[in-house]
């Protein structure tokens, strides 16, 4: 792939340093647009805006770089890209660096993931890149020289049209890292929590708590590979449909 034209997207804000250091090390590889939301959109899942305009400013990003802040969602800041404000189409979309991970079932919240993912339901590929580590004063050295080699993968062996890459990375240094794997979204949930407050007007309102709760074994998943200080790098889709039960949905009697 040729100077191969790259959009980059986020959910924490067209001025995030994650975003930041993704178009540092993607600008070495070819052409970039930034186009991504105007303040923080974390765990919007695949929202779109309907209904509500959508507003985008211009603004110079470093060296040259133009970005577009885009007032709404991850989802929103791709489809605009690729609708409106792009010339021409995208030879490779990129999310992140999100500050924070985005493994397990924290995949169907994400924002980061969405904006990859609406690229890959257009037929674009996409990789989404996450650190595990939620503050915006991290180092992200280690980040960016995971980015930048599989960057240099997705160029040299080019992704499929619609291939979606979730990749996360662990919060370490590169002499601590233990390398890279392939592996798939491990099993468990958020146990939520209400925690219930009232306001100077007397009315209730809740903050939404709650942790992690892991339900997987297996030594082939993202969270084993993170707890492991392993890269995780698990390829994704966006058909939901589950094809193991249609053989025994089909044996439903379905007449009325």
Not at 113 to 138: C, D, M, N, V, Y
Not at 204 to 217: A, I, N, R, S, V
């Amino acid at each position: 792939m040729k100077n191969p034209h790259i959009l980059i997207s986020n959910d924490d804000g067209i001025h995030a340093p994650g975003i930041l250091a993704l178009t540092s090390v993607a600008k070495e590889f070819g052409q970039v647009t930034v186009v991504a939301p105007d303040s923080p959109q974390s765990a919007m899942g695949h929202a779109i805006s309907i209904g509500k305009t959508l507003r985008v400013e211009r603004e110079e990003l470093f060296d040259g770089i133009v970005g577009y802040a885009c007032s709404g969602t991850p989802a929103d800041c791709v489809k605009l890209a690729t609708g409106m404000i792009m010339d021409e189409k995208p030879d490779l979309i990129l999310s992140g660096i999100n500050h924070g991970s985005n493994s397990s079932v924290s995949t169907i919240y994400s924002g980061t993931l969405s904006a990859a993912r609406e690229g890959a339901i257009q037929g674009f590929p996409a990789i989404g890149f996450s650190l595990t580590k939620f503050s915006h004063e991290a180092d992200l050295t280690t980040a960016k020289a995971v980015v930048r080699h599989l960057i240099s993968q997705a160029i040299s062996q080019p992704l499929g049209p619609g291939q979606c890459l979730n990749v996360n990375i662990p919060y370490l240094t590169l002499d601590e890292l233990q390398g890279m794997r392939i592996t798939r979204q491990a099993m468990g949930q958020w146990v939520e929590e209400f925690d219930q407050r009232v306001d100077p007007f007397g009315q209730p309102y809740y903050w939404l708590t709650g942790k992690f709760q892991l339900e997987d074994e297996g030594q082939d998943t993202d969270e084993y590979a993170l707890r492991n200080g392993f890269v995780s790098i698990t390829p994704m889709q966006h058909d939901l449909t589950d094809h193991s039960k249609l053989p025994i949905m089909n044996q439903w009697d379905l007449g009325l």
